[in-house]
């Protein structure tokens, strides 16, 4: 029933690693999102995705690489995890167009030891 | 780009009060939301409201595009409101979402 989900809602694992947060919508979006959320709890959009296109890179490090497969699909692959990546990740979709809401999922947790 | 100014920052309630969380933004927008951050961290859609007036149960929403503010009512808080709530807004020139800072929202019974 989940329209956009994430996994894993928690993930927390050592400085140097490499880790991915998978993202699936149901709602039949073509644009997908990913957001930080830092610990001061301030949401920033990092990438944008149209149907499997990418729109907006908000000069994220390069460490931190989208995928998608396919338009139902937007993960998140962060290599060589810095101290600084620990915050909540949000994936949301939207329909296309600047004036659609869009919807998010619940959240994954990173914690950098 | 657009900026986006929430106020306050924190507000303090007792349950039964009825409550009025503002959003400026600097420009004009085709897309503005209302978000509830519950304890969880989940983020739940309140509203979509780039303009006029929109009601969900003890929820009410108004954007006045023109003045570039938008004012999220709650009536009769419950602790469950309790939480951060977030305006959001997509200026016409921009390329995203842009988040206010959040006001946080303590309703105690």
């Known amino acids: 029933d989940t329209a956009v989900s994430q996994t894993p809602k928690y993930l927390v694992t050592q400085m140097g690693n490499d880790k991915s947060i998978k993202c699936e919508q149901n709602l039949g979006h073509d644009t997908m999102y990913w957001y930080k959320q830092d610990s001061k709890k301030f949401l920033k959009i990092m990438f944008s995705y149209n149907n499997k296109e990418l729109i907006i890179n908000e000069t994220v490090p390069n460490r931190f690489s989208p995928k998608s497969p396919d338009k139902a699909h937007l993960n998140l692959h962060i290599n060589s995890l810095e101290l600084g990546d620990s915050a909540v990740y949000f994936c949301a979709s939207s329909l296309p167009g600047v004036n659609q809401p869009q919807h998010f999922g619940d959240g994954t947790r990173l914690s950098i030891l | 780009g657009i900026q986006v100014e929430q106020s306050p920052p924190d507000l303090i309630l007792q349950e039964g009060a009825n409550s009025t969380l503002r959003c400026n933004f600097s420009?004009?927008?085709?897309?503005l939301q209302w978000f509830h951050q519950n304890p969880w961290g989940q983020l739940i859609n309140l509203f979509y409201?780039?303009?006029g007036t929109k009601q969900n149960g003890r929820l009410s929403a108004t954007t006045v595009a023109t003045e570039r503010y938008s004012l999220l009512y709650i009536s009769s808080s419950q602790t469950t409101d309790s939480g951060v709530y977030f305006c959001a807004a997509w200026g016409r020139a921009g390329t995203a979402l842009i988040f206010g800072k959040g006001t946080t929202l303590s309703v105690s019974s």
């Open positions: 420009d004009s927008v085709n897309n």
């Open positions: 409201i780039p303009s």
